[in-house]
């Protein structure tokens, strides 16, 4: 599908719409779309997705500028009615092959009312693309901009639904307003929300990506992170356990072992053969992951304290630790701790950790972390935002239905 993403400007001019457009070009490109972005400032992102540049599309431009006076004004001179025209011209080349137009906040805010109205124009034309009018803010329900407005055209194409389009806002307050001004039923405009981009906001390493990827780790709540390596002293069995039993409770939950078989045993390796075929017999396959399936060798600590990051607590049943540094890494990230009661843990942790026997009941075990997740407001948002608020868990849900 040929995707055209409209705004007055795009990155790297710095602002939420901007950033939100970023987004969206970038999941749209890599799910197979061709995806251009018209603005009247910014650059291309990449040669897969180019900008059309179009300076009158600009909210401040020197001619934009002398209109957007006027306008104020309440005066609709010839000068808003040569710009409308030459838009609408600019308009049609830029879009020419292009299956779906997605406009951002152009046609609920007074930046430049020209290129709204030839918009319009256009739309009433039938010379547009299938139109997707995306509301960031809107001018007639936000007091600031109440003083540049007046009734009548063009200033009403804010508050006018023009038919044939799908309106879509980024908040249920954006959906009230929408529906009180423009007279439409709340279930016809669509909520989708911002979100966050995980791999840049934790600065993830590449491998960590990768990993994450293959596992869809991101896609799991509660996280369970056990980053050592597999040996009988573990105890990791009883890790397996407590996720089934969790599971019971948040369906959702996983663990991630993060490191490889212990180099120094052979009985390493039938230990591992133990936990794969428990992970089968507890159909824990796609919830338990090991890390050494899918990489040879140690991971680099680089990649270890990303796992750190993205987890929801650290579960650590060993039998036997010298000392036990996954507990003090664990600290560092803010991660909840649930730890055997062995004592070089019990020494680390004191009372800021959750402990229980190496030989607990595996649903004692769970009892006890889901406890914790049901009373803990930051794990719970966490959660929920990852769930919800990631930009890839927002085009799964939202935007892939949206372009169908």
């Not at 987004?23 to 603005?39: E, F, K, N, W």
Request: charged fraction near 20%; proline fraction near 6%.
């Amino acid at each position: 599908m040929n995707i055209a993403l409209l705004h007055y400007s795009v990155p790297p001019i710095v602002g939420g719409v901007e950033s939100v457009i970023a987004h969206h070009a970038r999941m749209m490109s890599g799910d197979g779309h061709s995806v251009r972005l018209i603005a009247a400032r910014g650059e291309a992102m990449n040669d897969d997705i180019p900008l059309v540049r179009i300076p009158l599309a600009d909210s401040r431009h020197e001619r934009v500028t002398q209109m957007n006076e006027e306008l104020k004004r309440g005066e609709v001179t010839a000068n808003f009615e040569s710009l409308r025209d030459e838009l609408a011209g600019e308009l049609q080349n830029a879009l020419a092959d292009a299956n779906v137009l997605i406009v951002h906040n152009v046609c609920s805010l007074n930046k430049n009312l020209a290129l709204t109205a030839a918009l319009h124009q256009l739309h009433l034309a039938g010379k547009l693309p299938r139109l997707i009018l995306w509301h960031h803010d809107l001018a007639w329900t936000t007091p600031r901009y109440l003083p540049e407005l007046h009734e009548g055209y063009p200033w009403n194409l804010l508050k006018t639904d023009w038919g044939g389009t799908t309106h879509v806002v980024v908040s249920d307050l954006r959906q009230d307003e929408l529906a009180g001004l423009m007279n439409l039923d709340h279930d016809s405009i669509r909520v989708i929300p911002n979100g966050v981009d995980l791999d840049r906001f934790y600065k993830l390493e590449t491998l960590t990506q990768e990993l994450l990827d293959k596992t869809h780790l991101l896609d799991a709540a509660p996280i369970l992170l056990l980053p050592v390596r597999i040996t009988p002293r573990k105890n990791i069995e009883l890790a397996l356990q407590t996720v089934a039993e969790l599971r019971k409770s948040y369906p959702q939950a996983a663990l991630v072992v993060t490191g490889p078989l212990g180099p120094h045993n052979a009985n390493n390796i039938r230990y591992f053969d133990i936990l794969t075929n428990l992970r089968r017999e507890l159909s824990l396959e796609g919830s338990v992951h090991f890390l050494a399936e899918l990489r040879d060798g140690f991971l680099p600590d680089e990649v270890i304290a990303d796992f750190f990051r993205v987890a929801d607590a650290l579960f650590f049943p060993s039998r036997e630790e010298g000392f036990g540094i996954p507990l003090i890494e664990a600290a560092f990230s803010h991660l909840p701790a649930f730890c055997a009661d062995i004592p070089p843990l019990k020494k680390l942790g004191v009372s800021d950790a959750q402990f229980f026997s190496p030989d607990e009941d595996p649903a004692n075990a769970a009892k006890m972390v889901a406890g914790y997740f049901q009373t803990s407001m930051p794990v719970r948002l966490a959660m929920r935002a990852r769930a919800s608020f990631r930009w890839e868990a927002i085009y799964r849900q939202h935007i892939e239905s949206l372009l169908a």
